[in-house]
């Protein structure tokens, strides 16, 4: 997945971007280091210019192999953003421990899962998606 970022994104867009490339994962952006030790997510509203440390646009490559501390680095150093990953476990969305990779988690939705907007691939190799924001 490649998601193109700039300061006029809301929070919701990228988390909804993230949810339908891995449907049992969500994402969640931190204002500070004290937000993010206190697990008080940013609101969905905000942009990614009233949280970020660096204001410039780009893209981020997310991979199903990646680890969560892989993704949690990038989206820090290129766009100085604080974010946490979660894994839907049980019904519940629990923190990902960091040497976790996406994929480790995927498992095909049953057609009662699946929404007829939210068709998901499942990445078995470097395939990427392409998702403009």
């Known amino acids: 997945m490649i998601l193109i970022m700039n ?5 919701a867009d990228l988390q909804d971007k993230f949810h339908n490339c891995f449907p049992l994962f969500k994402i969640e952006f931190f ?14 509203n905000l942009t990614i210019g009233d949280i970020s440390k660096k204001h ?20 820090k150093m290129q766009f100085g953003l604080l974010v946490q990953l979660y894994q ?15 994929c480790e988690e995927m498992i095909p939705l049953t057609n009662s899962q699946a929404t007829t907007n939210e068709k998901t691939q499942y ?11």
């Open 7 to 11: 300061d006029c994104i809301t929070i």
């Open 31 to 44: 204002k500070g280091q004290h937000a993010l030790k206190a697990n008080k997510p940013a609101t969905g």
């Open 56 to 75: 410039h646009s780009g893209a981020i490559v997310i991979k199903s192999k990646d680890t969560a501390e892989k993704v949690v680095h990038e989206f």
């Open 88 to 102: 839907l476990h049980n019904g519940q969305y629990t923190p990902m421990q960091e040497h976790q990779q996406l």
């Open 123 to 133: 990445d078995e190799g470097e395939e990427e998606v392409i998702l403009s924001v």
